[in-house]
């Protein structure tokens, strides 16, 4: 039960669903520009690949931060952040992180701040002078960032993000705002590469050999898939796959009747990591015999975080995602 809350906690903080959205709480969905993520230099910039001191910036909540030096001691609020951070090599300066942070592995070992509701007290003893929050769980943590604020520590809130795009300017964000642009804009640049070269293994995927293809996020009774707006479409269509569900929006549930006429070809569940045996599982579902999917035993497990975290490790999860739909192509 812990697992499969920590689960939906992280889905739901990546896509909204805990302020009721049911699309549009999607991670940036959309927001493509620097301008529409709400965070734009305003003041003395620096270059393209440098940060220069002072600048002010504003987040996602319309909160103006100026910061006057790279911040030396940093919490993060959400694993994605601190995925980021750490990717940035930023590790001596992370004090501390999300319960729910899990990678890398020093992650684990840092102090852990909360989760859905923030530690503040926490918070204020490890006397941070930058907390990363995110925009999918500020709505809950508005009190809790207000006090924050109030003892005299910048919070700066990060966009959602859901497309690929907007990832590549999170990173870039908040490199900008830890000093750290120069590695920001390598991560960035690399995460391309892979992807193209990932769409260029696909793009030899002839129209008639596209695969249609299921992604269930959370195991029956409430499975729960993404369609236009999600990471998840953009992944399959990256790989010339064809996502059943790509012609609904944001992230939603489904009953088993509307799963077995949509027929898919291959079935991914994500949840394999706190499920045992998820495979076993679907293809033992009563009434879901006429699915290709079943019939063929075409049913793999990706990890979650691969696929709805938004941060460097999302190209790791189009290419696992390949490797499944098509091993053909993408296995080596």
Same mark, same amino acid.
């Given at each position: 039960m ?8 992280? /889905?739901?903080?990546?896509i909204?669903?805990l ?20 965070q ?7 270059? #393209? ?18 910061f006057e030096k ?20 930023l ?8 319960? $729910?942070? !899990? ?6 070992? =840092? ?10 007290? =926490? ?7 930058l907390? /990363?929050?995110?925009?999918?769980? *500020?709505? !809950? ?5 207000? #006090?924050?604020r109030?003892?005299?520590?910048k919070?700066?809130v990060v966009?959602?993000a ?13 490199? =900008?705002v ?12 690399g995460?391309?590469?892979? /992807? ?8 030899g995927? *002839?129209?008639?050999?596209? =695969? ?7 195991? *029956? ?15 399959? #269509?990256?790989?010339?796959?064809? !996502?059943?569900?790509?012609? #609904?929006?944001?992230?939603?549930k489904? !009953?088993?009747? *509307? ?11 994500? $949840? ?29 497990d990706v ?8 941060g460097?490790? /999302? ?10 739909i ?7």
């Open positions: 812990n697992h499969l809350w920590k689960n939906l906690l992280s /889905l739901f903080l990546v909204g669903l302020t009721g959205c049911t699309s549009g709480g999607d991670e940036g969905a959309g927001s493509t520009s620097e301008d529409s993520q709400g734009t230099e305003q003041a003395n910039s620096g270059e #393209q690949t440098g940060t220069s001191y002072p600048f002010t910036a504003t987040d996602a909540l319309d909160q103006e931060v100026t790279e911040p030396e001691k940093i919490i993060s609020t959400i694993p994605s952040n601190g995925e980021i951070l750490f990717t940035l090599g590790s001596e300066e992370i004090v501390g992180v999300s319960d $729910y942070a !899990n990678y890398p592995e020093e992650a684990t070992q =840092k102090e852990k701040i909360g989760g859905q509701d923030l530690n503040v007290e =926490k918070i204020l003893s490890l006397e941070p002078d907390v /990363l929050a995110h925009a999918s769980g *500020a709505h !809950n943590s508005e009190q809790a960032l207000e #006090q924050i109030d003892a005299g520590i919070v700066f966009q959602e859901t497309s690929f795009e907007a990832v590549y300017e999170s990173i870039q964000t908040i490199g =900008k830890t000093g750290a642009s120069e590695k920001a804009e390598k991560i960035v640049t995460m391309k590469e892979d /992807l193209e070269a990932i769409k260029e293994k696909a793009s995927i *002839a129209e008639e050999d596209k =695969k249609d293809v299921f992604i269930e996020v959370s195991p *029956a009774p409430e499975i729960y898939s993404g369609g236009k707006g999600t990471f998840l479409n953009e992944m399959l #269509q990256a790989i010339n796959a064809n !996502n059943v569900v790509g012609d #609904q929006e944001g992230w939603f489904m !009953n088993n009747e *509307a799963i077995v006429e949509l027929q898919p070809e291959v079935i991914i569940t994500t $949840y394999g990591y706190y499920t045992e045996n998820p495979k076993e599982k679907v293809l033992s579902r009563e009434g879901w015999g006429s699915v290709p999917a079943i019939e063929k035993e075409q049913v793999y990890h979650s975080d691969l696929v709805t975290r938004p460097p490790r /999302l190209v790791e999860g189009v290419n696992e995602l390949g490797k499944a098509y091993p053909e192509v993408f296995s080596e």
